[in-house]
């Protein structure tokens, strides 16, 4: 395609990765589906119920006021960024030490990544990232001209990162350490306590981290962590503030159900946010007007929605897990190995298989629609910076459960049984 062109594409944009989730759908089109078994998408991580009725009546006379057509400030309205300051303080505890001065809102918490990256790292610096990593994390890091620096975890860990692995992974190009949780692909909630660790070391290190909390309102067990607390009991330094090293990212996308209208936050210190308002004013002058003052003063109201679809996506993961493993004693099957947020991540049984031709196999002959470990760059070889298909740990495939409701995943686990069920169980381990 490029050869079409009367110039040249730049070589950071042509090592990007292209988009994955296009590829499955292009796997999906060699499925014929009939009303008895229809194409069950699970590829992308959102949930497949709309906001609440109220969002929709707030946005609808929103819409209709002129002023929501005009420029907005660079980090957004005011009352959304002190609402969800305020949503914070119920998410993390009341003695959450966050204000509206620490929040830029965004065209999408993608939109919060790269606008981190732009103000953190120069051309050939270095971002660590744990692998399975987020693509588009990688994606942009690549596109920036910054090298991503994979940090293996492995499904014995529960796919959490170890701090020594990362601590021997820093250099003085390192610029900062990229956590996702609850994990995009892996499904893996990171403790309190090792973010607390992992904060530690990017204080001594002199880094940022970054904490990607895209998926925190689908954590039921209680609040995600304590960093963000005056009074946090983890153990970091006695004079350590959040401020000094933390970036947190989150997404109104997943919570309020509203992907389509592209509104993200990327919460930091001040002294930081004003860097970021430099990389913001070129990426998108202002966040779209009309869903920031439509949802600002509905985010205390909601939460009653966001508590029901967490509960609904727990019971979700739970019919997942028992529907997919019911083998009746077979351990020749699939296994959940980490779930929670959106996803799970699942080993296959197949002996001599990797997870592109299963996921393939998946989407063209039973209409099941997910992606596998290979996309999120799993697994890596380290040293080659290569993504190693075949062998025993390119096994995995993300299932986005969110997507589909219960009696519809019942029907791919059902899908997934039958497949096992049709070979041979030399051919299955």
């Excluded at 929709?56 to 400030?73: E, M, N």
């Excluded at 991503?148 to 601590?167: I, K, N």
């Amino acid at each position: 395609m490029d050869s079409q062109l009367g110039f040249k594409i730049s070589k950071n944009t042509s090592n990007t990765t292209t988009p994955p989730i296009p590829q499955a759908g292009i796997w999906a089109k060699s499925y014929s589906p009939t009303p008895s078994k229809p194409l069950l998408d699970l590829s992308q991580g959102v949930l497949g119920t709309p906001p609440p009725p109220e969002f929709f009546a707030s946005l609808s006379k929103i819409s209709a006021d002129p002023a929501s057509t005009k420029y907005g400030g660079i980090a957004g309205t005011l009352a959304l960024r002190s609402a969800l300051a305020g949503e914070m303080k119920v998410v993390y505890g009341e003695d959450t030490d966050v204000s509206a001065e620490d929040v830029s809102l965004t065209t999408g918490c993608n939109m919060a990544f790269a606008a981190a990256v732009l103000v953190l790292a120069d051309p050939g610096d270095e971002v660590i990232l744990p692998v399975p990593w987020y693509f588009n994390h990688q994606m942009t890091l690549t596109m920036l001209g910054v090298k991503p620096v994979a940090l293996q975890t492995y499904p014995e860990d529960g796919f959490v990162p170890s701090l020594e692995r990362c601590a021997n992974l820093i250099t003085p190009k390192t610029k900062a350490i990229a956590l996702v949780t609850p994990n995009n692909p892996t499904g893996a909630i990171y403790s309190s306590v090792t973010l607390a660790a992992f904060a530690r070391l990017a204080t001594d290190k002199g880094v940022a981290l970054i904490i990607d909390e895209t998926y925190r309102d689908f954590i039921t067990t209680g609040a995600p962590h304590s960093l963000f607390s005056f009074s946090s009991s983890l153990d970091l330094p006695a004079n350590w503030s959040w401020r000094s090293h933390i970036i947190h990212l989150f997404s109104f996308s997943k919570s309020y159900c509203i992907p389509g209208h592209r509104l993200g936050a990327l919460v930091a210190s001040p002294a930081l946010q004003q860097h970021v308002h430099t990389a913001l004013d070129c990426l998108q002058i202002c966040p779209s007007q009309a869903p920031q003052l439509a949802l600002a003063p509905l985010l205390p109201s909601m939460r009653s929605f966001v508590r029901a679809s967490a509960a609904a996506l727990a019971r979700r993961h739970e019919i997942f897990k028992d529907e997919l493993e019911s083998e009746g004693g077979n351990e020749k099957g699939w296994k959940v190995v980490a779930q929670s947020g959106c996803f799970a991540f699942v080993r296959h049984p197949f002996k001599g298989k990797g997870s592109r031709e299963v996921a393939r196999i998946l989407a063209s002959e039973h209409g099941v629609v997910v992606l596998p470990g290979v996309f999120f760059g799993y697994p890596m070889d380290e040293t080659s910076g290569e993504v190693v298909e075949g062998g025993e740990l390119d096994r995995y495939i993300r299932f986005s459960v969110g997507n589909l409701g219960d009696e519809a995943v019942r029907s791919v686990c059902g899908r997934l049984r039958g497949w096992v069920g049709s070979v041979a169980m030399d051919e299955l381990d």
